[in-house]
């Protein structure tokens, strides 16, 4: 891999270059911007549509909702365990940061030490928008979207190569996917559980909804009462 980037030729490090290049003629404020944005703002949108996402599912309640918890949840363990999985893939192929092969790159972030292959950022952000779309296709698009304009920033501060991003996508679709099946067995009967508490129903379906099937059971109940009350009667 580290062979591949010394090569000028080599189509990753001409994308490298191109999409790098757009930071020089970019406003300073345009840079510092996506920046920030690479660095931590990607990753704090991933976060905030799964905490969207499970607003909406709490909002909405139904029978089918510890599910839909379980799989918000394995979105924050999926990316957790992406990242475990790429450390010894990086001690493995020990692949350089871009700009200590190549001269010329506009490096937006300093202070990156350690190894290029396979970025973290497009690691944790694709396992968190495909396991959000295995739980909702609408919040799973759109983390998706972030994770793809994550990985386009990695490559536009000069800090990974283009197939450091690839990587990363496919590693954290891998790892949301292939162990999707086992993390709901274990996560499902496990917030259907906490759902069985006070907070945990609360965090689950919401008061709003446990209070209306509150309501509803005690109609039924007063109902079957009447019932056997007209039948004692007569």
């Given at each position: 891999?580290a062979?591949l980037a010394?090569?000028?030729?080599?189509?990753?490090?001409?994308?490298?270059?191109?999409?790098?290049?757009?930071?020089?003629?970019?406003p300073?404020?345009?840079?510092?911007a996506v920046?920030?944005?690479g660095?931590?703002?990607l990753l704090l949108a991933?976060?905030?549509?799964?905490?969207w996402c499970?607003?909406?599912?709490?909002?909405?309640g139904?029978e089918?909702?510890?599910?839909?918890?379980a799989?918000l949840v394995?979105?924050?363990?999926?990316a957790?365990i992406a990242v475990?999985?790429n450390?010894?893939i990086?001690?493995f192929v020990?692949r350089?940061?871009?700009?200590?092969?190549h001269?010329?790159?506009?490096?937006?972030?300093?202070?990156?030490?350690?190894f290029?292959?396979?970025?973290?950022?497009?690691t944790?952000?694709?396992?968190?928008?495909?396991?959000l779309?295995?739980?909702n296709?609408r919040?799973?698009?759109?983390?998706i979207?972030?994770?793809?304009?994550?990985?386009?920033c990695?490559?536009?501060m000069?800090v990974?190569?283009p197939t450091?991003v690839v990587?990363?996508?496919a590693l954290?679709?891998a790892?949301?996917?292939?162990?999707?099946?086992?993390?709901?067995?274990?996560?499902t009967?496990?917030?259907k559980?906490v759902?069985?508490?006070?907070?945990?129903?609360?965090?689950?379906?919401?008061r709003?909804?446990r209070?209306a099937?509150?309501?509803?059971a005690?109609a039924?109940?007063e109902?079957?009462?009447?019932v056997?009350?007209?039948d004692l009667a007569?």
């Amino acid at each position: 891999m580290a062979g591949l980037a010394e090569s000028g030729s080599n189509p990753d490090v001409d994308l490298l270059y191109d999409i790098n290049g757009l930071a020089k003629d970019a406003p300073h404020w345009f840079d510092r911007a996506v920046e920030y944005v690479g660095e931590y703002g990607l990753l704090l949108a991933s976060v905030l549509l799964v905490v969207w996402c499970w607003w909406s599912v709490r909002r909405r309640g139904g029978e089918h909702a510890a599910g839909s918890v379980a799989a918000l949840v394995w979105a924050p363990l999926a990316a957790g365990i992406a990242v475990l999985v790429n450390v010894p893939i990086r001690g493995f192929v020990e692949r350089p940061r871009p700009f200590r092969d190549h001269q010329g790159l506009d490096v937006l972030v300093s202070g990156k030490t350690d190894f290029s292959f396979v970025s973290d950022h497009a690691t944790i952000t694709m396992a968190m928008g495909v396991a959000l779309f295995v739980a909702n296709r609408r919040f799973g698009l759109a983390g998706i979207a972030v994770a793809l304009l994550e990985g386009f920033c990695r490559v536009y501060m000069g800090v990974h190569y283009p197939t450091d991003v690839v990587g990363g996508f496919a590693l954290g679709t891998a790892v949301a996917l292939l162990l999707s099946p086992m993390a709901m067995a274990l996560l499902t009967p496990v917030v259907k559980a906490v759902e069985g508490t006070a907070w945990g129903a609360w965090l689950v379906r919401g008061r709003g909804q446990r209070g209306a099937e509150a309501v509803v059971a005690e109609a039924r109940g007063e109902e079957r009462a009447s019932v056997e009350e007209r039948d004692l009667a007569a």
